[in-house]
């Protein structure tokens, strides 16, 4: 595919041809007979067919999310990098539109960003109105067979008709690559305090800035991260974005950094810091970088949330941070036993910031339009989780093993131990768990279980163990509220902090859910632990 869909040295149009490679406007979560399409998500967004990563040029306009990613419409594993598109009104139901990039003679299309030019800066526009413009890295394939170091470069292309359609630029690359072998994944926003663009940009160990009055020419600000923790593997996906914090009101700035390897527990994951963006220069605050509990902050604690950022110019009625990642790991993404298609994106979830005990953190939500998908409701009603089991069958609900749950428990006045909530099917075979643990060892934990739900031997690093998370607080109710879908489970844990996003393959639906809790009632304590609310709402 190297070398389509471009005249050399000039500007490339997209072309019907390469529109043709998606099908048009199908319903992202349709159904099909393919065999695999038992796996397919009814939450999550998922591509037509072919392989999909990270995704890409979140940008809100015109009373649309465009959704852009990492796409090789050719087939299931990794391949020859396009940007395939959808977009949605809602967040929550999403149209698949033709390929928006293909590949061309300078290279592969990678990862990037897209925002609206409202100024017309770069002159793209058209007719007064403002253009979208994309900004993405060139990967070289060629040169990087050859042994170069400099495959990888910057580079925009704009749209005048709401993103159906786009051209790459004639003058690109804008930023060519200075002989970093790792130098990719722009993302772009409009720094309104300082008056220009802002790019975050990924050079293996670090991130570089970059700004331009016109996001043609720009100019190398700062580097950040060399010298700051977290190295196990190499750093891609930034993003820089300002958030208030809840608690003072102040503003904050939150710089995203996705690594591979190294992640929680375990392959591809994403991490951030919190810190002061002055238009130049990136400054942590030194408070919020290594925790008691935790050196690092990670937005995920799951093996499966990757190379995640959030839309730009969500409309500004309360400046909404919408997040989402790739819900797959490098550690075995080709490799999960789908073959039709490859991977799902996360749900979109609303990040805020907080001042806590151990430092200004992110909290994630699941964003307010998931509330839409709320079918019938069926609520927990027993008084107190304990000892032996208490087995909720689901298997009524109209998409199998599609739900949300909501739980909150209390657990003053019980030395219970371990909560556990296992998602299994009709035999008990195959099972799902989450988990909250307060045993020495394990102390004040929470964690997930995959090992046996279902395929996993396709890569023997896919559920070598239990995937933990800490629980930052030591008082107050445990709350869990998970999405669970067809393969994956995203579990917000204490109102959004931690978060564990994980993907599984079980052979049949899980339909029952259980409930039990572990360890001897000491004296003056009750057994088990009192469930305040739960509720499970099946997908409308
Ligand atoms: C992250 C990543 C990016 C790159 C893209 C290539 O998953 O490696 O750094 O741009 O995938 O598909």
């Not at 768990?433 to 279980?449: I, K, L, Q």
């Amino acid at each position: 595919l190297l070398g389509c869909g471009g005249a050399p040295g000039g500007e490339s149009t997209s072309t019907a041809d390469q529109a043709s490679t998606a099908p048009a406007a199908a319903p992202a979560n349709e159904k099909s007979a393919a065999p695999d399409a038992h796996y397919r998500p009814a939450y999550h967004f998922t591509p037509p067919a072919g392989w999909m990563n990270d995704p890409n040029g979140m940008v809100y306009f015109e009373g649309e999310y465009h959704l852009f990613y990492q796409h090789f419409p050719d087939g299931n594993t990794w391949g020859p990098m396009h940007w395939g598109h959808a977009v949605s009104s809602d967040l929550v139901t999403w149209e698949h539109l033709p390929i928006a990039l293909a590949p061309d003679e300078k290279g592969y299309i990678f990862s990037g960003s897209a925002v609206v030019d409202r100024g017309n800066t770069s002159g793209f526009g058209q007719g007064g109105r403002p253009p979208l413009v994309a900004m993405f890295t060139y990967h070289d394939m060629a040169a990087e067979k050859a042994g170069k170091q400099d495959f990888q470069s910057q580079a925009i292309a704009y749209s005048n008709d709401r993103g159906r359609t786009w051209t790459k630029y004639a003058g690109n690359p804008v930023i060519p690559n200075q002989g970093v072998r790792d130098f990719r994944d722009p993302k772009v926003f409009w720094d309104a305090a300082h008056r220009q663009w802002t790019m975050v940009l990924a050079a293996q160990d670090r991130v570089q800035f970059f700004s331009s009055p016109d996001l043609k020419n720009w100019t190398y600000r700062s580097d950040f991260g060399a010298s700051a923790p977290n190295h196990a593997g190499v750093w891609e996906c930034p993003e820089l974005f300002p958030l208030k914090i809840s608690e003072s009101g102040e503003t904050a700035w939150v710089l995203l950094v996705s690594i591979n390897p190294g992640g929680a527990n375990g392959g591809s994951g994403t991490f951030y810091f919190v810190g002061d963006w002055d238009g130049s220069t990136f400054r942590p605050r030194k408070e919020a970088i290594p925790t008691p509990q935790d050196t690092v902050q990670w937005v995920d604690y799951g093996r499966d949330n990757y190379a995640g950022v959030t839309f730009s110019d969500v409309p500004a009625t309360d400046g909404r941070r919408i997040f989402m990642g790739w819900m797959s790991n490098w550690d075995y993404a080709n490799e999960v036993p789908t073959t039709t298609w490859r991977s799902a994106m996360t749900l979109p979830r609303e990040l805020t910031l907080h001042d806590t005990d151990f430092g200004t953190r992110l909290h994630q939500q699941p964003a307010r339009e998931l509330l839409k998908l709320r079918g019938q409701r069926i609520p927990l009603e027993m008084p107190r989780i304990g000892d032996g089991t208490t087995t909720i069958d689901l298997s009524q609900l109209p998409a199998a093993g599609v739900f949300e749950l909501d739980l909150t428990i209390d657990l003053v006045d019980s030395d219970a131990e371990e909560l556990y909530l296992t998602l299994s099917d009709a035999t008990g075979e195959q099972f799902y768990r989450v988990g909250y643990s307060r045993r020495s060892g394990v102390d004040n934990a929470f964690f997930t279980d995959r090992r046996q739900a279902g395929q996993t031997d396709f890569r023997p690093s896919f559920a070598p163990g239990l995937t933990v998370a800490p629980r930052w607080s030591n008082e107050g109710n445990l709350r869990i509220h998970a999405f669970f879908d067809r393969t994956s489970a995203e579990v917000f844990f204490d109102g959004g902090d931690p978060v564990l996003t994980d993907i599984f393959f079980p052979t049949e639906p899980f339909t029952q859910l259980t409930l039990e809790s572990y360890g001897s009632a000491g004296e003056g304590m009750q057994e088990g632990w009192s469930l305040v609310e739960g509720s499970i709402w099946a997908l409308e």
